[in-house]
């Protein structure tokens, strides 16, 4: 089992940039994919990235990609998500979580563990 505790959100202009963290806990952080999702109030929770045990695959939303960079550090039971250039429309409360599914994947139900989200805002 694995906790994870999610931090660094926070209001930002458009065109800014925010770091978001997650942290967690145990000594098994290294067998688990990665991933952030998100949720704008009225819609559905939806996939950002995901990285792979061992950091070397990972995979991006389209809305994101080119924008987003997430990374992890399985020394430190961190993963982080580099968020560059954001836009109103990426304002929700973003969520780490864990899977011990064997390829990394986008789907929330294939998630076990979650953390208890970070609010992200970004002003026009």
């Known amino acids: 089992q694995v906790q994870l505790v999610e931090s660094g959100g926070g209001l930002v202009q458009a065109g800014g940039s925010l770091k978001l963290s997650c942290a967690a806990s145990g000594r098994t952080f290294s067998s688990y994919n990665m991933a952030w999702f998100r949720q704008a109030p009225g819609k559905e929770r939806e996939f950002v990235a995901a990285i792979s045990r061992s950091g070397g695959s990972t995979r991006y939303a389209d809305s994101v990609q080119g924008r987003f960079t997430v990374s992890r550090d399985n020394t430190k039971n961190t993963v982080v998500l580099q968020m560059n250039t954001l836009k109103p429309e990426d304002t929700a409360e973003y969520y780490c979580?864990?899977?011990?599914?064997?390829?990394?994947?986008?789907?929330?139900?294939?998630?076990?563990?979650w953390g208890q989200g970070t609010q992200v805002t970004v002003s026009s």
């Open positions: 979580a864990a899977s011990n599914v064997v390829a990394i994947t986008t789907g929330a139900n294939m998630y076990a563990y």
